[in-house]
DNA sequence: CGTAACCATTTACGCGTGTAAACATAATTT
DNA sequence: AAATTATGTTTACACGCGTAAATGGTTACG
């Protein structure tokens, strides 16, 4: 099953730094999202039945590491948008994103970077 | 409040051509989706409530027209997945996508053609 | 040892979603 | 006019989500 926007944000503390303590995990993303305890808990409960996390005790509490890598995650989720938006491809978005002109100067160069760089792997 | 991916099918298909009857609706949407004539109704007035669409009485039915653009659907959507997974920059998303080597002939080239149109602009 | 502190697990609750069944009402057909 | 059809509106219901309170079980401290 698909795990929910609040607990990507849980995943996203993990991805940043694993194993961790709830405690840690509510250390970081509690003031920015005004997360209880609870909430944090809940959350690690529900990845852990998604089996996107696991947890290993240690002493009185767990450390969690996550299973789902980050990778597998943005890869699910922009493929998604772009399935749903875009006929599944990649021009039409940045398209889509030239046209609004949200496309900033260093996007432009590392887009020309990349090219550049495809042209090269593949002579 | 933010519509949802099934009520964001039957935009679609308004987005296609406007303005539309529920039966209409129902039999371009219907089959794919394996949905009833009572599933289309009840979005349709979940879009109504969320001001996303527009319905005038013709007769006995009602035709309905999208409020919302898709312009701005696309817009919403495609900003939301970039702030959360890339940023909020676009070239980190294509490089994600190159590097599962999910871009296209097609897609590179229109690329190329994209930036090239972008140089001709800004001289 | 009894009690407080610390963690985790369970339970809760309102809300949106996906999916319709029921119901209401006006128009058409018999 | 009665029955049927067409169409929209209301109600329903299970499920996931965001958010947390309540409960439960250990360890630590007095």
Redesign the interface.
Known sequence: MAIS?AE?VVMDVLWGKAPRTAEEILAEVGPAQNWQEGTVKSLLNRLLRKNAVHAERDGRRYLYTPLLLREQY??Q???G?LD??FGG??????????E?R???K???A???K??KE?DDEQP
């Not at 491809?89 to 030239?98: G, N, T």
């Open positions: 926007e990507a943005v890869q989720e922009s493929k948008l749903r938006l491809r990649v021009a039409p978005l940045v398209a889509h994103f030239s609004q949200k496309l900033s260093k996007d432009i590392e887009l020309r990349l090219l495809l």
